[in-house]
């Protein structure tokens, strides 16, 4: 039979100076790995943030974008009931009329569909000036019509909260 030895590890204790490298060694690297997570988290965050820049960014463009475009087709728009109002009323011109008036409903259902919203003040409604731009004054003997709308001249519209162009009316204005 063959004898196993057992040999003994005998485990020395490193010395303090040892324990001392060692210790400031292992505070160095955690200080340095403290850096590294700082630098990572500064990194997330500034990535967060330019995500969020250029979302906000891009939404502006957006909303710019489609202001100009809706300020160019308010343009055709307006051409659109200048020619409807403009034409014959007799039976010749019914078909036109008709045409017309369909063209007119199909694109501002498009234009409403897209976020545009009418400013179309009725008569007696209060006048805002934030939405409404008086193009004249118009006298009135009854005192609870005076700063009231009296007629609107041209339809208004906005999007998205932000007039594109103001609906234009006569104001009523009492007179003694």
């Known amino acids: ?44 965050a500034d990535l967060i943030n330019l995500k969020r820049r250029t979302l906000e960014e891009m939404q502006v463009n957006k909303r710019k974008t489609k202001i100009n475009l809706f300020t160019k087709f308010l343009d055709t728009l307006d051409e659109l009931h200048m020619t409807k109002d ?20 199909k694109f501002e259902t498009s234009l409403t569909q897209e976020g545009l919203v009418k400013l179309h003040p ?11 731009e008086s193009l004249s004054i118009q006298e009135t003997k ?7 709308i009296s007629q609107t001249v041209k339809t208004g519209y906005s999007i998205e909260e932000t007039i594109i162009r103001p609906a234009q009316v006569i104001l009523l204005k009492h007179i003694t």
């Open 1 to 44: 039979m063959t004898e196993t030895k057992k040999t003994k590890k005998t485990k020395k204790t490193p010395s303090p100076s040892k324990i001392k490298k060692l210790e400031s060694k292992l505070m160095e690297q955690e200080e340095e790995i403290n850096q590294w997570k700082t630098t990572a988290q500064r990194s997330q």
């Open 86 to 105: 403009s034409l014959p009323t007799d039976k010749a011109f019914k078909g036109w009329l008709e045409g017309i008036e369909i063209i007119i409903s």
């Open 122 to 132: 009725e008569e007696g409604d209060d006048f805002n000036p934030q939405i409404h």
């Open 142 to 148: 009854t005192k609870k019509l005076d700063g009231k």
